[in-house]
């Protein structure tokens, strides 16, 4: 039997899943409040009400409030989408017949329309019945997938009924036959914990305060075991002489309850681990906004709003807190994960309230429907600041020279590592300063007056760096300057002479040089070790201190430089092998060379080494 149902929610989503879920009946739809008693004024017959409590314009509560004293209405069924325990509690008090909680579980909602669409059916099939062949009411009755049951009041003053008729869904519910049922009476069967309520409702119902009554109750089986159901109470007009007939549906719910506890404490976990997050929980669309659809307490301790005002964008969108230089890369890695289902997690600064900046972590996951599609987004934003700014410390002190702040060798080694292999076909040089000599002061004023010299050195450096010009305070006593994409060596010579001129008038008093060595970088080299490229900057640098002395010069380094230096190496350790008693191959030998004079002719001894 065809129903006419309306759906009212402000979720889009939302509505159409439902609308697709009752798609055997005529399904009208609402965004809100308003909408909703819009469409009730202009459609007759409508049987069934989904109402969300929670809208803009108009919310359920008041859409309960207004249908509550029409008499045009009262035969309408409603069921309450909730978000909370007193949602659900004051939905009811206005008239609401059953609940659901949100998000929806769309399984259990389906059964719950069920239930009300074989109590509209049942109920429909008995008005007609005078009409009707009683076969079709039969064929509901027996076919229906829920227990039903049809009771009698046993007289006006009681509170209780007997039970004349159930179904064989019924009979499986409860675990008894119909003889067993009707000569019990439903009374017996009631877990004693349960009577009280069943009796407060069944007296409002049969004195007309209330139309139908649903709550969840137990049944005790014959083997003492306990059925959880979820019972629906109507009247029901079985003949003039009987007025007082009610129809009672069943369904069980015994999983269902068992689940809910299992998630009952599940919520009473997450409601520990979120009053400790350092961060909100969300639900949220997978759109462009990140429209959340939920979002924890958390949120106002992490951005300084409320949750209610990012709530479906109310007042501005998740997307509209974070730093717009992240949101880029958070929509590709987004992408990146969602198809292949794999749990997300990125790094990125957003804004608060106040204008600060934070850094957070997020870490969530897709929710997927039964065709794979996004249904929306979940997971936690939790904030990382005081750890980014440990990171970020360690991250400098690991980069930067303590005493005067410029970076250091070792991001100089990674740097060149890493411009060697990208930064392909463009100019790269190094020039290396060699202050050396800045250790005869130490002797005289001490280290500290040396360290405090060397920071003055580096301050005044740093006035000649630029995006293609950078410093690095490589060792005690030595800077480098990294230098990209420069014209040619003069330039380099020209710039070199700045840096000169810059120490000359620091340091003229101190009456100290130093030693400029300059090496370029082969543009076609791919692959190089770092620590070599540093040896001959170093060896250009102490070529100058070695020849010139105090004063401050330039040097290149080049092959010929090279070879000069490896044969000084190469004497020292022979010279060094031979004093220790290991010259095997005689490389050292005595020559007597002639002395020509006019009186005699002596001879010179001499040690040679061969070339």
């Avoid at 997050?277 to 709003?305: H, I, K």
């Avoid at 790269?428 to 005869?440: C, D, E, H, P, T």
């Avoid at 005289?444 to 450096?461: D, F, H, P, S």
Wanted: glycine share 6%.
């Amino acid at each position: 039997m065809q129903m006419k149902v309306l759906v009212v929610d402000d979720s889009a989503s939302d509505r159409l899943l439902i609308k697709k879920m009752l798609s055997g009946h005529c399904v009208l739809t609402a965004c809100d409040g308003m909408e909703a008693m819009r469409i009730l004024e202009a459609h007759d017959g409508i049987d069934l009400l989904i109402l969300d409590l929670h809208m803009p314009n108009m919310d359920g509560f008041k859409v309960l409030e207004s249908l509550k004293g029409n008499e045009r209405y009262n035969k309408l069924i409603t069921i309450i989408l909730a978000e909370a325990l007193d949602d659900e509690i004051n939905g009811l008090k206005l008239g609401a017949a059953d609940y659901i909680r949100k998000p929806i579980r769309v399984d259990l909602l389906k059964a719950r329309i069920d239930v009300h669409i074989a109590l509209l059916c049942a109920q429909h099939a008995y008005k007609h019945q005078r009409d009707e062949q009683t076969l079709i009411f039969d064929m509901i009755f027996e076919q229906a997938p829920i227990g039903i049951a049809i009771t009698r009041r046993r007289g006006p003053e009681r509170a209780d009924r007997d039970v004349i008729r159930v179904n064989s869904e019924y009979e499986k519910i409860t675990g008894r036959t119909k003889d067993e049922l009707m000569r019990l009476g439903w009374e017996e069967i009631t877990h004693p914990d349960d009577m009280e309520e069943d009796k407060k409702n069944y007296r409002k119902l049969v004195s007309g305060e209330i139309q139908i009554y649903t709550m969840d109750k137990r049944y005790i089986k014959p083997d003492g075991s306990v059925v959880w159901v979820h019972m629906i109470v109507a009247p029901l007009i079985l003949s003039d002489d009987q007025p007082y007939g009610h129809i009672t549906l069943v369904q069980d719910i015994t999983e269902r309850k068992t689940i809910e506890k299992a998630l009952a404490e599940s919520e009473r976990s997450k409601s520990v681990f979120l009053s400790h997050l350092p961060g909100l929980a969300y639900r949220c669309n997978n759109d462009e906004e990140w429209t959340m659809q939920y979002v924890s307490a958390g949120c106002f301790n992490l951005t300084g709003y409320h949750p209610e005002a990012l709530l479906y964008n109310r007042d501005l969108s998740y997307n509209d807190i974070i730093v717009p230089e992240y949101r880029e890369a958070l929509i590709r890695e987004w992408a990146r994960t969602l198809p292949i289902r794999q749990p997300f997690k990125h790094e990125y600064e957003i804004m608060t309230a106040t204008g600060e900046r934070k850094w957070v972590l997020e870490m969530g996951q897709g929710i997927y429907d039964d065709d794979g599609e996004v249904e929306s987004l979940e997971g936690i934003v939790i904030d990382i600041s005081d750890r980014k700014a440990v990171e970020n410390t360690l991250k400098y002190n690991s980069e930067h020279d303590k005493w005067t702040g410029l970076y250091n060798r070792d991001y100089l080694v990674a740097l060149l590592e890493k411009d060697i292999r990208l930064k392909r076909g463009i100019k790269k040089a190094l020039i290396g300063i060699n202050l050396s000599m800045v250790q005869l002061l130490a002797i005289n004023y001490g280290y500290q007056y040396t360290q405090n010299l060397m920071k003055k050195v580096a301050e005044a450096l740093s006035l000649h760096c630029t995006e293609h010009r950078l410093l690095f305070h490589a060792r005690e006593n030595r800077f480098v300057f990294y230098l990209l994409d420069y014209k040619d060596k003069n330039e380099l010579v020209d710039f070199s002479r700045a840096i000169i001129s810059t120490l000359e008038s620091l340091l003229i008093t101190e009456r100290i040089g130093g030693g400029i060595g300059i090496l370029e970088i082969e543009p076609s080299q791919d692959e190089v070790d770092i620590n070599i490229l540093l040896r001959r900057l170093l060896i250009a640098s102490e070529r100058t201190l070695s020849v010139f002395g105090r004063d401050f010069q330039i040097y290149f380094y080049n092959q010929e430089l090279e070879a000069l230096v490896n044969r000084e190496r190469d004497i020292v350790e022979a010279l060094n092998m031979i004093a220790a008693g290991d010259d095997t191959n005689n490389a050292l030998f005595l020559q007597y060379q002639p002395l020509m004079t006019y009186k005699r002719v002596p001879y010179a001894a001499l040690r040679r080494w061969p070339d």
